[in-house]
């Protein structure tokens, strides 16, 4: 599967922007999808995760829990990042990223910050957010 990265732009502090991670091939439904996202001289780290195919399994990093919406339309083959309530600290590049190893698993190498294991990985799409 080939990802695209999409939506990103600059925004005041408050404000919301709606990334999206377009899929192109096959069995787009079979794949865990996961939002990264570096910031300048910074690691890059996990900020959402959705289940492959069932959408009810959700991750989010804790910082951005409650301002974060991450959502999935198979039909589509396009997987959302909706943020709301936009901090200076949201700036980043963010990718998304896909893989078909068991859920739990990936959400556990993110929390411990092996990012670099998905499998496939979009191009990425800035966000600036300006205090």
């Known amino acids: 599967v080939q990802l695209q990265a999409s939506g990103g732009g600059s925004v005041q502090a408050g404000g919301s922007l709606r990334v999206s991670c377009a899929a192109s091939?096959?069995?787009?439904?079979?794949?865990?999808i996961g939002w990264l996202r570096q910031a300048p001289g910074k690691e890059r780290e996990g900020v959402s995760c959705i289940g492959n195919s069932d959408d009810s399994r959700l991750w989010y990093a804790d910082s951005v829990k409650g301002r974060f919406t991450i959502s999935r339309d198979n039909a589509k083959n396009t997987v959302y990042l909706q943020m709301n309530n936009l901090k200076p600290e949201d700036t980043a590049v963010y990718y998304c990223?896909?893989?078909?190893?068991?859920?739990?698993?990936?959400?556990?190498?993110?929390?411990?910050?092996?990012?670099?294991?998905?499998?496939?990985w979009g191009q990425g799409t800035q966000v600036t957010v300006s205090s």
């Open positions: 091939g096959s069995s787009f439904d079979d794949y865990n």
């Open positions: 990223a896909a893989d078909g190893s068991p859920f739990g698993f990936l959400v556990r190498a993110v929390e411990a910050g092996r990012v670099g294991l998905w499998r496939q």
